[in-house]
Nanobody, 122 residues
Framework: QVQLVESGGGLVQAGGSLRLSCGASGDSFSRYGMGWFRQAPGKEREFVAAISGSEITLYGASVKGRFTISRDNAKKTVYLQMSSLKPEDTAVYYC????????????????WGQGTQVTVSA
């Protein structure tokens, strides 16, 4: 399994942008499916985006067209570029990885980061 560390969260005004990073340690990073999820207080974990080893991407309906997931295998890092942020995007954002899966089911991912807080003010 890989170890994951998210960074880049913070406070931003509505309409602004933020880029999250998720650094991985371990071997074979390029083979891992990677996902971003978020969880707001009192709400269930929500799928945000995922990217396969061959860079096929998937997005949750609430972020499609505003967020972009990408990866840099040489740096063992996956990114989430967030634009046109809304107050309802406020949540803890988690990075996830799995050798055999990429997609929207959080329970399918074997490795998780500790999360990074994103707060969008109105």
């Amino acid at each position: 399994q890989v170890q994951l560390v998210e960074s880049g969260g913070g406070l931003v005004q509505a309409g602004g942008s933020l880029r999250l990073s998720c650094g991985a340690s371990g071997d074979s990073f390029s083979r891992y499916g990677m996902g971003w999820f978020r969880q707001a207080p009192g709400k269930e974990r929500e799928f945000v985006a995922a990217i396969s080893g061959s860079e096929i991407t998937l997005y949750g309906a609430s972020v499609k067209g505003r967020f972009t997931i990408s990866r840099d295998n040489a740096k063992k890092t996956v990114y989430l570029q967030m634009s046109s942020l809304k107050p309802e995007d406020t949540a803890v954002y988690y990075c996830a990885a799995d050798l055999s899966y990429y997609g929207s089911r959080w329970s399918a991912y074997a490795s998780w980061g500790q999360g990074t807080q994103v707060t969008v003010s109105a």
